[in-house]
């Protein structure tokens, strides 16, 4: 608890400092940072050779030639430094062994640099942010002294900063001679950091590609431990920046009944680094970001397209982007590892309701793939249901639905929350004694993120398209995919195949059926009645017998 206390008031201070007439900001060259005694201004440089906790390392020294050949120090390898950030223990956290490890095993031949500057970072929060300069500093001297040897390149080098370690990371790159390859921001320190001056804090200026996990942005008494603003050329928010899965209340609640309150304060701020881990061990399930100008509009389902690069990796396989700065990305992530989900967006059409008043509904949806079921998802409303409108939903799912069959659409009959009663009682008072609300749907389209197809769904029965509270409706695909897929021809040929008017051989080879019957070709609803009332001449299918 006392942890939690510390941090608490550390960070208020901070505000406050950051706010008054004389805040004292990282400077940028005037030499303020200086004034930390030179006993302290101690900072070392462990080359890892394993990931076992508690390692120094082979350390390295500028000017000293000899160290790099003692510890094999490969100059024409990807060379990544992790530079930590402050510390109230003195000591390294445990995530800092597993990126090692990580690291070494994605980048088997690659240098890993861990940049101690604990001694600088165990201090009040306002001194370890003016400790920043000179950290970034020593790094960008050990950087120019290895470009004296023609094999070593700046584009080869990856600073990965987590906190406060992101600006140590960004003042590096302000120093060094040349520009570095790549900047990795792990939620960079948002107290004394917000809103100032690009040269004094990470920015995209410090390195030819930079990018920003953001997964601490709320504020918490006027201060965000983490920064709130874009710094790199994109910026990744997971779940919004703010609030973590895993890190929620009963998480919070479980960790004090265990003791380990410290952890779960951390938990959000700390995720940055889990995600980046993730990137690279779980090669096989990538997540993806998607640009957007805000959370809210990501809420809505609105931003996932991949057009014009507006889609990129997160963690270490974010690629970089031209004529990019301060692009602002979104994603939904899982509690734990792997952190990738599957986004979907769904648009949903109201042409007729029954009732009067506002429709405010507790709607959830069922996905059925080829790969199994998903969980009932519910669809958060943003907005009230607009009639005659394309209502947009985000859903989310843990695991890959495969190719989507059919959509279970359900209107909560029960309310599961205090929100959800309030709307209710709501949704009483605005509308008269003895009316019922219900809705009419057609149709639910849906695009998935990571594949980019699209989808469109119709309801199972034509004939039923009314859903109320307590009650669920089927969407099966619609017509219009059998257009996509098999060509202006295919409502002709489902027909005639329905009623075994084709032969077997040209009908296959369109519908791509094994046989051609009516318990084999699933007629969508919405063609039964095109079906029962024929084709003219110019809609029969052509060239059947080709």
């Given at each position: 608890m006392r942890s939690l206390f510390l941090l608490l008031c550390s960070a208020v201070s901070c505000s406050l400092a950051a706010r008054g007439a004389g805040a004292a900001h990282p400077a940028a060259g005037d030499g303020s940072a200086e004034r930390v005694p030179a006993q302290k201004a101690r900072v070392r440089f462990g080359l890892r050779s394993s990931p076992h906790a508690g390692e120094d390392g082979c350390a390295l020294a500028i000017g000293q030639r000899q160290c790099l050949e003692d510890?094999?120090?490969?100059?024409?390898?990807?060379?990544?430094?992790?530079?930590?950030?402050?510390?109230?223990?003195?000591?390294?956290?445990?995530?800092?062994?597993?990126?090692?490890?990580?690291?070494?095993?994605?980048?088997?031949?690659?240098?890993?640099?861990?940049?101690?500057?604990?001694?600088?970072?165990?201090?009040?929060?306002?001194?370890?942010?003016?400790?920043?300069?000179?950290?970034?500093?020593t790094i960008a001297r050990l950087l120019d002294w290895l470009q004296e040897n023609p094999l070593f390149k700046l584009e080869n080098v990856h600073l990965i900063g987590y906190s406060l370690g992101a600006h140590v990371a960004g003042f590096a790159g302000?120093?060094?001679?040349?520009?570095?390859?790549?900047?990795?921001?792990?939620?960079?320190?948002?107290?004394?950091?917000?809103?100032v001056d690009p040269s004094r804090r990470l920015s995209p200026d410090d390195a030819n590609f930079v990018d920003v996990l953001h997964t601490y942005?709320?504020?918490?008494?006027?201060?965000?431990i983490g920064i709130q603003m874009p710094v790199g050329h994109i910026d990744i928010y997971p779940n919004g920046g703010d609030f973590q899965p895993g890190c929620g209340l009963s998480d919070v609640l479980g960790a004090i009944a265990y003791g380990t309150i410290g952890e779960v304060v951390k938990c959000e701020h700390e995720r940055s680094v889990h995600l980046f881990v993730d990137s690279l061990v779980n090669q096989d399930k990538q997540s993806f970001a998607f640009q957007c100008t805000d959370s809210s509009r990501f809420?809505?389902?609105?931003?996932l397209s991949c057009r014009k690069n507006r889609c990129n990796g997160i963690g270490y396989n974010a690629r970089?982007?031209?004529?990019?700065?301060?692009?602002?990305?979104?994603?939904?992530?899982?509690?734990?590892?792997?952190?990738?989900?599957?986004?979907?967006?769904?648009?949903?059409?109201?042409?007729?309701?029954?009732?009067?008043?506002?429709?405010?509904?507790?709607?959830?949806?069922?996905?059925?793939?080829?790969?199994?079921?998903?969980?009932?998802?519910?669809?958060e409303m943003l907005d009230l249901i607009g009639l005659n409108a394309t209502n947009t939903f985000l859903v989310y799912t843990e695991e890959d639905m495969g190719e989507l069959l059919k959509i279970k659409l359900t209107w909560e009959g029960t309310s599961q929350s205090w929100y959800d009663l309030w709307k209710e009682l709501r949704s009483y008072w605005y509308r008269p004694m003895n009316s019922s609300q219900e809705l009419h749907i057609r149709r639910i389209r849906v695009k998935s993120g990571e594949t980019q197809q699209r989808f469109a769904f119709c309801v199972e029965d034509s004939q039923l398209t009314s859903i109320s509270p307590g009650k669920e409706?089927?969407?099966?695909?619609?017509?219009?995919?059998?257009?996509?897929?098999?060509?202006?021809?295919?409502?002709?040929v489902l027909c005639m195949a329905a009623n075994n008017s084709v032969n077997e051989t040209p009908v296959q080879k369109l519908v791509d059926l094994p046989r051609v019957s009516k318990d084999r070709v699933n007629i969508p609803a919405d063609l039964s009645q095109i079906c029962s009332e024929g084709f003219s001449k110019d809609s029969q299918p052509s060239n059947l017998g080709a």
């Open positions: 510890c094999k120090f490969n100059l024409t390898a990807k060379t990544f430094f992790i530079i930590h950030g402050w510390t109230m223990s003195g000591m390294f956290e445990t995530w800092l062994d597993s990126l090692v490890s990580a690291l070494q095993e994605r980048e088997k031949d690659a240098n890993v640099v861990v940049v101690d500057w604990l001694s600088l970072a165990h201090q009040l929060y306002t001194d370890a942010v003016n400790n920043t300069q000179i950290v970034g500093k302000n120093h060094v001679h040349g520009t570095i390859g790549r900047i990795t921001g792990l939620d960079p320190a948002g107290p004394m950091f917000e809103g942005t709320r504020e918490t008494l006027g201060v965000s809420k809505k389902g609105i931003c970089r982007i031209r004529h990019k700065r301060n692009s602002k990305m979104y994603l939904k992530t899982r509690a734990d590892m792997p952190f990738k989900v599957y986004h979907y967006q769904m648009k949903m059409h109201v042409f007729s309701y029954k009732g009067l008043g506002e429709v405010d509904p507790t709607f959830s949806v069922t996905l059925h793939g080829t790969n199994g079921d998903s969980e009932p998802l519910s669809l409706l089927w969407f099966v695909k619609c017509t219009e995919e059998w257009q996509k897929r098999f060509g202006k021809n295919h409502q002709a």
